[in-house]
Nanobody, 122 residues
Framework: QVPLAESGGGLVQPGGSLRLSCAAS????????IVWFRQAPGKEREGVSC????????YYADSVKGRFSISRDNAKNTVYLQMNSLKSEDTAVYYC???????????????WGQGTQVTVSS
């Protein structure tokens, strides 16, 4: 059983939108903060966004601030990443992770998803 499963990735044109979902199974995602990471070929993994257990606190990397929005529905055990005004540099594999820490630091990650590919290209 995969603890976290991402979905919603795909190919989109520059300026377009996608909504990624991160569904938890086998544990209560509301017990953890959730982080979205991304990794492009040849680049280091980047923490994109984080949402606290209750959803009351959020964090965004400067590279996505104002374009991405993170939210969660603890009743559905799911976290979402709404991505608008997508750019070619947003192309990457996007991963969600459950963390004991309310930050993007990878040291406290408990569960990882397997990733979903996002490609922004005309």
């Amino acid at each position: 059983q995969v603890p976290l499963a991402e979905s919603g990735g795909g190919l989109v044109q520059p300026g377009g939108s996608l909504r990624l979902s991160c569904a938890a199974s086998g544990f209560t995602s509301g017990d953890y903060a959730i982080v979205w990471f991304r990794q492009a070929p040849g680049k280091e993994r980047e923490g994109v966004s984080c949402i606290s257990r209750s959803g009351g606190n959020t964090y965004y990397a400067d590279s996505v601030k104002g374009r991405f929005s993170i939210s969660r529905d603890n009743a559905k055990n799911t976290v979402y990443l709404q991505m608008n005004s997508l750019k070619s540099e947003d192309t990457a594999v996007y991963y969600c992770a459950a963390t004991r820490d309310n930050s993007i630091k990878p040291n406290f990650i408990v569960y990882w998803g397997q990733g979903t590919q996002v490609t922004v290209s005309s």
